[in-house]
Protein backbone atom coordinates (compact mmCIF):
# COMPACT_ATOMS: atom_id res chain seq x y z
CA UNK A 1 0.00 0.00 0.00
CA UNK A 2 2.03 3.00 -1.34
CA UNK A 3 0.63 6.72 0.64
CA UNK A 4 -0.29 9.63 -1.23
CA UNK A 5 1.66 13.09 0.09
CA UNK A 6 -1.09 15.78 0.43
CA UNK A 7 -1.46 18.55 -2.18
CA UNK A 8 -0.90 21.81 -0.98
CA UNK A 9 -3.77 24.30 -2.27
CA UNK A 10 -2.55 26.56 -5.10
CA UNK A 11 -2.67 30.21 -4.06
CA UNK A 12 -3.70 33.07 -6.02
CA UNK A 13 -0.99 35.24 -7.18
CA UNK A 14 -2.02 39.35 -6.70
CA UNK A 15 -3.07 40.72 -9.37
CA UNK A 16 -0.29 43.15 -11.29
CA UNK A 17 -2.94 45.83 -11.51
CA UNK A 18 -3.74 46.45 -7.76
CA UNK A 19 -0.54 48.34 -7.23
CA UNK A 20 -1.11 50.91 -9.59
CA UNK A 21 -4.26 51.78 -9.03
CA UNK A 22 -3.59 51.98 -5.16
CA UNK A 23 -1.02 54.88 -6.69
CA UNK A 24 -3.25 56.62 -8.24
CA UNK A 25 -5.34 56.89 -5.54
CA UNK A 26 -2.24 57.95 -3.11
CA UNK A 27 -1.48 60.37 -5.64
CA UNK A 28 -4.72 62.14 -6.14
CA UNK A 29 -5.60 61.95 -2.94
CA UNK A 30 -1.87 64.43 -2.71
CA UNK A 31 -3.30 66.20 -5.22
CA UNK A 32 -6.42 67.61 -3.74
CA UNK A 33 -4.95 68.16 -0.40
CA UNK A 34 -2.68 70.10 -2.19
CA UNK A 35 -5.35 72.14 -4.50
CA UNK A 36 -7.50 72.67 -0.38
CA UNK A 37 -4.59 73.85 0.90
CA UNK A 38 -3.81 76.29 -1.55
CA UNK A 39 -7.55 77.48 -1.89
CA UNK A 40 -7.27 77.65 1.99
CA UNK A 41 -4.55 79.80 1.90
CA UNK A 42 -6.05 82.45 -0.51
CA UNK A 43 -8.82 82.79 0.91
CA UNK A 44 -7.23 83.50 4.99
CA UNK A 45 -4.33 85.64 3.38
CA UNK A 46 -6.39 88.39 4.33
CA UNK A 47 -6.85 87.66 7.84
CA UNK A 48 -3.06 87.42 8.07
CA UNK A 49 -2.72 90.71 6.09
CA UNK A 50 -4.63 92.15 8.56
CA UNK A 51 -2.98 91.11 11.64
CA UNK A 52 0.33 91.70 10.06
CA UNK A 53 -0.57 95.51 9.34
CA UNK A 54 -2.43 95.85 12.78
CA UNK A 55 1.05 95.05 14.43
CA UNK A 56 2.61 97.57 12.09
CA UNK A 57 1.75 100.98 13.89
CA UNK A 58 4.07 103.18 11.73
CA UNK A 59 2.58 101.37 8.39
CA UNK A 60 0.25 102.84 5.62
CA UNK A 61 -2.11 101.10 2.92
CA UNK A 62 0.90 101.66 0.64
CA UNK A 63 3.12 100.84 2.63
CA UNK A 64 2.95 97.55 4.55
CA UNK A 65 5.34 94.79 4.92
CA UNK A 66 4.77 91.02 4.51
CA UNK A 67 6.24 90.52 8.18
CA UNK A 68 5.95 93.00 11.05
CA UNK A 69 9.82 93.76 12.09
CA UNK A 70 9.14 95.35 15.03
CA UNK A 71 5.08 94.55 16.29
CA UNK A 72 3.84 96.52 18.67
CA UNK A 73 0.22 97.26 20.00
CA UNK A 74 -0.18 100.84 19.39
CA UNK A 75 -2.72 100.48 16.40
CA UNK A 76 -5.21 98.08 19.27
CA UNK A 77 -5.01 100.94 21.61
CA UNK A 78 -6.01 103.98 19.15
CA UNK A 79 -8.65 101.13 17.86
CA UNK A 80 -10.27 100.58 21.52
CA UNK A 81 -10.09 104.94 22.26
CA UNK A 82 -11.57 105.66 18.63
CA UNK A 83 -14.16 103.05 18.13
CA UNK A 84 -13.75 100.44 20.69
CA UNK A 85 -16.06 99.36 23.38
CA UNK A 86 -19.03 102.66 22.09
CA UNK A 87 -19.22 101.02 18.56
CA UNK A 88 -19.20 97.37 19.46
CA UNK A 89 -22.17 98.18 22.05
CA UNK A 90 -24.33 100.01 19.33
CA UNK A 91 -23.06 97.09 16.59
CA UNK A 92 -24.21 94.45 19.47
CA UNK A 93 -27.38 95.74 20.12
CA UNK A 94 -28.48 96.92 16.96
CA UNK A 95 -27.79 93.09 15.63
CA UNK A 96 -29.58 91.24 18.36
CA UNK A 97 -32.39 93.67 18.06
CA UNK A 98 -32.40 92.87 14.42
CA UNK A 99 -32.60 89.01 15.26
CA UNK A 100 -35.67 89.51 17.46
CA UNK A 101 -37.17 91.54 15.18
CA UNK A 102 -36.65 89.68 12.19
CA UNK A 103 -37.88 86.20 13.96
CA UNK A 104 -40.92 87.69 15.71
CA UNK A 105 -41.79 88.19 11.93
CA UNK A 106 -40.72 85.58 9.69
CA UNK A 107 -41.55 82.80 12.13
CA UNK A 108 -45.61 83.30 11.72
CA UNK A 109 -45.15 84.15 7.83
CA UNK A 110 -43.43 81.26 7.16
CA UNK A 111 -45.62 78.91 9.40
CA UNK A 112 -48.22 80.00 7.40
CA UNK A 113 -46.83 80.17 3.76
CA UNK A 114 -46.12 76.13 4.83
CA UNK A 115 -49.52 75.31 5.67
CA UNK A 116 -51.25 77.50 2.70
CA UNK A 117 -51.88 75.54 -0.32
CA UNK A 118 -52.81 78.23 -3.07
CA UNK A 119 -51.41 80.21 -5.58
CA UNK A 120 -51.10 82.82 -3.71
CA UNK A 121 -48.00 81.51 -2.15
CA UNK A 122 -45.91 81.29 -4.81
CA UNK A 123 -46.59 85.09 -5.42
CA UNK A 124 -45.63 85.62 -2.04
CA UNK A 125 -42.36 84.03 -2.54
CA UNK A 126 -41.60 85.90 -5.33
CA UNK A 127 -42.43 89.56 -3.54
CA UNK A 128 -40.09 88.45 -1.26
CA UNK A 129 -36.76 87.73 -3.41
CA UNK A 130 -37.75 91.12 -5.27
CA UNK A 131 -37.80 92.35 -1.96
CA UNK A 132 -34.02 91.16 -0.93
CA UNK A 133 -33.08 92.34 -4.59
CA UNK A 134 -34.18 96.10 -3.90
CA UNK A 135 -30.44 97.77 -3.69
CA UNK A 136 -29.94 99.27 0.21
CA UNK A 137 -29.43 102.95 -1.24
CA UNK A 138 -32.99 103.17 -1.85
CA UNK A 139 -34.21 101.97 0.89
CA UNK A 140 -31.78 103.93 2.93
CA UNK A 141 -33.18 107.37 1.06
CA UNK A 142 -36.98 106.04 2.11
CA UNK A 143 -35.86 105.16 5.41
CA UNK A 144 -34.34 108.52 5.82
CA UNK A 145 -37.42 110.35 4.75
CA UNK A 146 -39.67 108.12 7.17
CA UNK A 147 -37.87 108.19 9.89
CA UNK A 148 -37.15 111.62 9.91
CA UNK A 149 -40.87 112.26 10.11
CA UNK A 150 -41.54 109.60 12.69
CA UNK A 151 -38.11 111.16 15.09
CA UNK A 152 -36.36 107.61 14.32
CA UNK A 153 -33.10 109.14 13.26
CA UNK A 154 -30.42 108.46 15.95
CA UNK A 155 -31.94 105.80 17.75
CA UNK A 156 -31.44 102.02 18.06
CA UNK A 157 -35.07 101.27 16.95
CA UNK A 158 -34.38 102.80 13.56
CA UNK A 159 -31.42 100.71 12.76
CA UNK A 160 -32.96 97.84 13.97
CA UNK A 161 -35.76 98.14 11.95
CA UNK A 162 -34.08 99.34 8.75
CA UNK A 163 -31.29 96.27 9.10
CA UNK A 164 -34.20 93.48 9.97
CA UNK A 165 -35.43 94.42 5.67
CA UNK A 166 -32.35 92.58 4.78
CA UNK A 167 -33.07 89.72 7.48
CA UNK A 168 -36.92 89.00 7.32
CA UNK A 169 -36.90 87.62 3.66
CA UNK A 170 -34.21 85.32 4.19
CA UNK A 171 -35.87 84.11 6.99
CA UNK A 172 -39.33 83.36 5.82
CA UNK A 173 -37.52 81.75 2.40
CA UNK A 174 -34.94 79.40 4.66
CA UNK A 175 -37.66 78.74 7.42
CA UNK A 176 -40.51 77.87 5.15
CA UNK A 177 -38.37 75.44 3.27
CA UNK A 178 -37.62 73.45 7.02
CA UNK A 179 -41.40 73.95 7.89
CA UNK A 180 -42.75 71.77 4.60
CA UNK A 181 -41.04 69.24 5.87
CA UNK A 182 -42.75 68.61 9.16
CA UNK A 183 -44.71 65.65 10.12
CA UNK A 184 -47.99 66.78 9.61
CA UNK A 185 -49.27 63.90 11.64
CA UNK A 186 -47.80 65.71 14.42
CA UNK A 187 -49.28 68.88 13.83
CA UNK A 188 -52.95 67.59 13.17
CA UNK A 189 -52.47 65.79 16.14
CA UNK A 190 -51.78 69.10 18.31
CA UNK A 191 -55.03 70.54 16.73
CA UNK A 192 -56.95 67.71 17.70
CA UNK A 193 -55.88 67.57 21.14
CA UNK A 194 -57.30 71.37 21.45
CA UNK A 195 -53.92 73.48 20.04
CA UNK A 196 -55.43 76.65 18.38
CA UNK A 197 -52.85 77.78 15.33
CA UNK A 198 -50.62 80.04 17.74
CA UNK A 199 -50.21 77.16 20.70
CA UNK A 200 -49.63 74.70 17.47
CA UNK A 201 -46.99 77.19 16.21
CA UNK A 202 -45.15 77.97 19.55
CA UNK A 203 -45.46 74.97 21.25
CA UNK A 204 -45.23 72.13 18.10
CA UNK A 205 -43.72 74.02 15.09
CA UNK A 206 -41.26 76.34 16.62
CA UNK A 207 -39.24 73.37 18.96
CA UNK A 208 -39.35 71.23 15.51
CA UNK A 209 -37.78 73.71 13.54
CA UNK A 210 -34.90 74.77 16.32
CA UNK A 211 -32.19 74.39 13.27
CA UNK A 212 -33.92 76.51 10.83
CA UNK A 213 -34.44 79.21 13.10
CA UNK A 214 -30.96 79.60 14.58
CA UNK A 215 -29.85 79.45 10.73
CA UNK A 216 -32.35 82.28 9.99
CA UNK A 217 -31.15 84.16 13.07
CA UNK A 218 -27.46 83.81 12.53
CA UNK A 219 -27.97 85.30 9.04
CA UNK A 220 -29.78 88.30 10.17
CA UNK A 221 -27.19 89.03 12.66
CA UNK A 222 -24.74 88.55 10.00
CA UNK A 223 -26.76 90.94 8.29
CA UNK A 224 -26.94 93.74 10.61
CA UNK A 225 -22.80 93.51 12.02
CA UNK A 226 -22.18 94.28 8.37
CA UNK A 227 -24.14 96.85 7.37
CA UNK A 228 -22.58 100.18 6.54
CA UNK A 229 -25.16 102.39 4.64
CA UNK A 230 -27.87 102.68 7.42
CA UNK A 231 -25.58 103.55 9.87
CA UNK A 232 -24.31 106.64 7.55
CA UNK A 233 -27.56 107.25 6.12
CA UNK A 234 -29.79 106.83 9.58
CA UNK A 235 -27.31 108.15 12.32
CA UNK A 236 -25.14 111.57 12.86
CA UNK A 237 -24.30 111.20 16.01
CA UNK A 238 -20.85 109.71 17.25
CA UNK A 239 -22.05 107.73 20.32
CA UNK A 240 -24.87 105.56 17.61
CA UNK A 241 -22.25 104.98 15.19
CA UNK A 242 -22.07 101.52 14.58
CA UNK A 243 -18.46 99.62 14.49
CA UNK A 244 -18.55 99.63 10.72
CA UNK A 245 -18.90 103.29 10.37
CA UNK A 246 -16.00 103.71 12.67
CA UNK A 247 -14.01 101.55 11.13
CA UNK A 248 -14.54 103.64 8.08
CA UNK A 249 -14.28 106.88 9.98
CA UNK A 250 -10.88 105.43 11.21
CA UNK A 251 -9.63 104.80 7.56
CA UNK A 252 -10.30 107.91 6.07
CA UNK A 253 -8.60 110.14 9.25
CA UNK A 254 -5.19 110.14 7.60
CA UNK A 255 -2.06 107.92 6.69
CA UNK A 256 -1.43 107.09 10.32
CA UNK A 257 -4.64 105.37 11.03
CA UNK A 258 -3.74 101.98 8.82
CA UNK A 259 -2.72 100.24 12.03
CA UNK A 260 -5.82 101.06 13.92
CA UNK A 261 -7.72 100.31 11.09
CA UNK A 262 -6.62 96.74 10.46
CA UNK A 263 -7.08 96.50 14.25
CA UNK A 264 -10.75 97.45 14.58
CA UNK A 265 -11.52 95.16 11.52
CA UNK A 266 -10.13 92.43 13.79
CA UNK A 267 -11.94 93.10 16.80
CA UNK A 268 -14.75 93.84 14.86
CA UNK A 269 -14.77 90.02 13.49
CA UNK A 270 -14.75 88.60 16.74
CA UNK A 271 -18.16 89.07 17.64
CA UNK A 272 -19.45 87.24 14.24
CA UNK A 273 -16.87 85.00 14.44
CA UNK A 274 -18.29 83.65 17.98
CA UNK A 275 -21.65 83.65 16.58
CA UNK A 276 -21.00 81.40 13.70
CA UNK A 277 -18.85 79.10 15.57
CA UNK A 278 -21.33 78.84 18.10
CA UNK A 279 -24.37 78.13 15.91
CA UNK A 280 -22.15 75.77 12.89
CA UNK A 281 -23.73 73.30 13.89
CA UNK A 282 -27.30 74.25 13.58
CA UNK A 283 -27.02 76.35 10.83
CA UNK A 284 -25.22 73.30 8.42
CA UNK A 285 -28.48 71.11 9.45
CA UNK A 286 -30.97 74.03 8.69
CA UNK A 287 -29.60 74.74 5.09
CA UNK A 288 -28.96 71.31 4.50
CA UNK A 289 -32.70 70.28 5.37
CA UNK A 290 -34.53 73.32 3.92
CA UNK A 291 -32.50 72.38 0.33
CA UNK A 292 -34.39 68.77 0.01
CA UNK A 293 -37.43 69.83 -0.80
Do not use: C
Not at 36 to 52: H, K, N, Q, R
Not at 115 to 129: E, K, M, P, Y
Not at 146 to 159: D, E, K, P, Q
Not at 215 to 229: E, H, I, P, Q
Amino acid sequence: MTATLPVAPATATPEPAAAPVAARRRRRGWTWTVVTVIVLAVYLFPVYWMVSASLQPSANSADTAWFPAAPGLGGYEKALDDAGIGGLRVSVLVSLGSVLVTLLVAIPAAYALSRLRSRAVSIALILLLLAQMIPSVVLATSFYAMFNSWGLLNTFIGLILANSTAGVPFAVIVMRAFMLRLDTEVIEAATVDGLGPVGTLWRIVVPLSRNAIVTAGVFAFLFSWGDLLFGLTLVNRNEMYPMSVLILALSNSNLNTWAATMAASLIASVPALVVILAAQRHVKAGLTAGSGR
